[in-house]
């Protein structure tokens, strides 16, 4: 099994970027979902509600980010002495604050107002300890370092739209970090933990996932299929504690390396139990 896809996200809900190799710390990927964008009392604000973020392009600098959209640019610095409170779903961050120029442009650019932030080295975020263990820092991301998706499972899914008489999707619509080359769909809900490049990897949680898989993640649009009804028939939960549909695994580095493209990925250790999901 190996490493075919990798993908970081510099702006959450923006564009991903597609990497030949990705630095791995303990907080997750280099230079993934360390901005993001929040309304002016510091919510994150997302592909959820602003489908237009998915044609932001980020490319972080040596003190910033460059965004550009739809021929637009702009380059951002922060000043780590210019700082907001910030909420993602439940956890507070206190983020470097992008100056008032930059905030009012990006407003223009999404027609909302909006801020810009960054997960700097002052800024701490820390991921559920009841799921990923006591101390582990994350950026952005919604609740863990790392995203673990599978080739297999994505042709299963598709292969259930194709059923449906819909469109099948990319995997960009999962926006995962890591994508391996499994041919048994699903078979990602045995493993425990694997090692990629010499580093290894807990997974810790399956991902819930949202309406962001129905939309474009070129145009925003919601056009094409529709992943959540094909989730549906097979990938509803049955653990109370995560609710909805459920496609690939939040996963915790242990250990800090770089890994490419093509890597072998080892299965270290297995579950005995699949995740229950209820039967439709």
Known sequence: MKVTGLNIHPLKSGRA???TSVSVALDGIRGDRRFMLVDPQGDC???????????VEA???????????????LTASFD??????????STGVDAALATEPVNMTLSGWLGRPVRLVHMDAEAKRMAAPEWAGEGV??????????LITTTGSLVDVNRTL???GQEPVGMDRFRTNILLDSDDPWEEDLWESLEIGGIGFDLVKPCARCIMTTQD????????????QALAEKRM????????????????PRGEGVIALGDEARIVTSRQERWPMKVR
């Open 17 to 19: 970027i597609a990497q």
């Open 137 to 146: 820092q994350v950026g952005f991301a919604d609740g863990f370092p790392v």
């Open 45 to 55: 604000v997302t592909q959820r509600e602003l489908q237009s973020l998915a044609r």
């Open 217 to 228: 993640q070129m145009t925003g649009e919601r056009i094409g299929g529709n992943p959540i």
């Open 59 to 73: 490319r972080e600098t040596e003190d910033g980010i460059h965004l550009s959209m739809d021929g637009q640019e």
């Open 237 to 252: 939960s049955a653990d109370r504690r995560v609710p909805g549909v459920l496609f690939g695994w939040n996963a915790v």
């Open 80 to 89: 780590p002495r210019s700082r907001m409170a910030v909420t993602i779903w």
């Open 162 to 164: 194709v059923e449906k």
